[in-house]
T-cell receptor
Framework: QKEVEQNSGPLSVPEGAIASLNCTYS??????FFWYRQYSGKSPELIMF????GDKEDGRFTAQLNKASQYVSLLIRDSQPSDSATYLC????????????FGKGTLLTVNP | DGGITQSPKYLFRKEGQNVTLSCEQN?????MYWYRQDPGQGLRLIYY???????QKGDIAEGYSVSREKKESFPLTVTSAQKNPTAFYLC??????????FGQGTRLTVV
């Protein structure tokens, strides 16, 4: 089983819709969870981080963490064409010696 | 300006040649990372370091070497043993167990 798994997509949503991006991880001892956005040819930029079970909201973005199910998601409300990018999930924790591991990313396309 | 600087932005390597990619940070971060990204792929960890003079292999360390002589610097050498080095290389740094920040990347091409 891969350490961090994401659907590669592409995920296509209309402008104004909610985009839902999912990520599962294999190490039950993982402690910190991150979502990055990467535009084509650019380096990743941090969108959200979450450490505790539940939801965390920041503007149009909501991160959801369920440690029992080893699942973390990112919701993007009122999706805009500028949100079109690859979204990368990353995980780290003490048990993995703080190795920061990324999933392969999900390509999101928001259609005007 | 605080941040991570990678250089060069573009690099060309001849067959059998070693090349070194530079990564410098002034964020006072303990941890530094090197990732490789191939087209349409995620980030694969090459090496990471949590403290000066210590580093660990990631998932694809073969054909690469690193050093961490200073907290601010974590250079990556792509050796001739790396048979398929053409890729986008990303350096990142973080406070341990928190979010990582990335440099602008180095695009390496074998000619």
């Amino acid at each position: 089983q891969k350490e961090v798994e994401q659907n590669s997509g592409p995920l296509s949503v209309p402008e104004g819709a909610i985009a839902s991006l999912n990520c599962t991880y294999s190490d039950r001892g993982s402690q910190s969870f991150f979502w990055y956005r990467q535009y084509s040819g650019k380096s990743p930029e941090l969108i959200m981080f979450i450490y505790s079970n539940g939801d965390k909201e920041d503007g149009r973005f909501t991160a959801q963490l369920n440690k029992a199910s080893q699942y973390v998601s990112l919701l993007i409300r009122d999706s805009q064409p500028s949100d079109s990018a690859t979204y990368l999930c990353a995980v780290t924790g003490r048990r993995s010696n703080y190795k920061l591991t990324f999933g392969k990313g999900t390509l999101l396309t928001v259609n005007p | 300006d605080g941040g991570i600087t990678q250089s060069p932005k573009y690099l060309f390597r001849k067959e059998g040649q070693n090349v070194t990619l530079s990564c410098e940070q002034n964020l006072n971060h303990d941890a530094m990372y090197w990732y490789r990204q191939d087209p349409g792929q995620g980030l694969r960890l090459i090496y990471y370091s949590q403290i000066v003079n210590d580093f660990q292999k990631g998932d694809i360390a073969e054909g690469y070497s690193v050093s961490r002589e200073k907290k601010e610097s974590f250079p990556l050498t792509v050796t001739s043993a790396q048979k398929n080095p053409t890729a986008f290389y990303l350096c990142a740094s973080s406070i341990l167990n928190t979010e990582a920040f990335f440099g602008q990347g180095t695009r390496l091409t074998v000619v």
